[in-house]
């Protein structure tokens, strides 16, 4: 059993940062990192409104910059996913990877969320076949393809302008008639002539001979149902919150979020949690990481409240 003080579970911009401020209180924090260092904005192509970078920068080169930081102030990252935790007997918390074990005096959770899935019949049968939840990974295999987007919000708009660059048509298919996503996507979306909408509509399966070759579509108002030939499945349609370790171990709403207060606490003592595992409103990668910072910051005070 490996004796740490502050374990970091997960290592998108809301871990990274809590490394860093617990890194730089001389706390020598271990990063576990899950399946991907960066979460979610590795696999994202363009970030344009993180402060401080005017002309942007792509996902991944954010998280290298993030991970060098914390790894400046001490902080040490393992590649590895915790398949157990035990929350329930106090500090120190027991933290089981795939490797290792370990006792932690504090943890901070900060494991995210991932993207959610429509249910329908040929969704999991054709991913990596014609079926993606990311633009940026799998948008170079549709050049000169036709692809449809599901979902009205900022990441199926994003997304879809960015297929543009490969696809020769993208049919964005919501299941209103007025798009989630803020104006200036909405904007561009509007202006891109290669991007198409069909509203009111939902996918009820997604079909093919070993490749995806078209969706069945059915109209929520009239009850239609037709039939749309597709080479491509983009979805984004909003993400669950990664819980599934702290069931029945730290208290969530009903949404599946952990819940924090002000400070990060979660309802276990010694336990904080920040970014999209406890945030279902803002998902920024601004938010998360003023989450990450205040997360470490209180951590920091539990642990001199403790020894002091
Ligand atoms: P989101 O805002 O929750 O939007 C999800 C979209 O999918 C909504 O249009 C929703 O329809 C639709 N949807 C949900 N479940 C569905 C289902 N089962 N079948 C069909 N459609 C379904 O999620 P998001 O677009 O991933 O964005 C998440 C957060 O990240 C947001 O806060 C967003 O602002 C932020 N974000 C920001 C940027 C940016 O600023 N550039 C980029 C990406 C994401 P309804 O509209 O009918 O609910």
Redesign the pocket.
């Known amino acids: 059993m490996e004796k740490e003080k502050v374990i970091v579970i997960g290592s998108g911009p809301a871990g990274l940062t809590a490394a860093l401020y617990t890194g730089r209180a001389d706390l020598n924090p271990l990063v576990i990192a899950g399946d991907l260092l960066g979460g979610q904005i590795s696999l994202t192509n363009e970030v344009?409104?993180y402060p401080g970078f005017p002309e942007g920068l792509t996902g991944p080169e954010l998280v290298e910059l993030m991970r060098q930081q914390a790894e400046r102030f001490g902080a040490r990252i393992e590649y590895d996913m915790v398949t157990e935790v035990d929350f329930t007997r106090g500090s120190p918390f027991y933290v089981k990877t795939h490797q290792k074990e370990y006792e932690a005096e504090a943890v901070i959770v900060a494991v995210g969320a991932s993207p959610?899935k429509?249910h329908v019949p040929g969704e999991d049968e054709f991913v990596g076949r014609g079926v993606s939840y990311c633009g940026t990974c799998d948008g170079f295999f549709f050049r000169g393809k036709e692809v449809v987007v599901?979902?009205?919000?900022?990441?199926?708009l994003?997304e879809g302008i960015f297929l543009t660059k490969f696809a020769t048509k993208v049919t964005i298919i919501?299941?209103?008639d007025q798009l989630?996503a803020?104006a200036a996507?909405q904007k561009r979306a509007y202006n891109n002539e290669k991007i198409g909408f069909v509203w009111d509509t939902?996918v009820e399966a997604i079909e093919g001979d070993g490749v995806v070759q078209r969706v069945r579509l059915r109209n929520v108002k009239t009850d239609e149902t037709s039939i749309m030939p597709t080479d491509g499945v983009f979805i984004?349609?909003?993400?669950d919150p990664n819980n599934a370790l702290f069931k029945g171990q730290l208290e969530m709403n009903d949404a599946g979020y952990v819940v924090t207060d002000r400070e990060m606490r979660t309802s276990a003592e010694g336990v904080f949690a920040a970014g999209e595992i406890q945030d279902h409103t803002?998902?920024?990668i601004a938010t998360s990481v003023g989450q990450g910072c205040a997360a470490a910051m209180m951590c920091e005070r539990w642990l001199a409240g403790r020894e002091g």
Do not use: K, P, T, Y
Request: hydrophobic share 30%; net charge positive.
């Open positions: 344009e409104n959610r429509l599901v979902g009205g919000g900022d990441s199926a994003e919501h299941r209103r989630r803020g996507l939902v984004f349609i909003g993400h803002f998902r920024q």
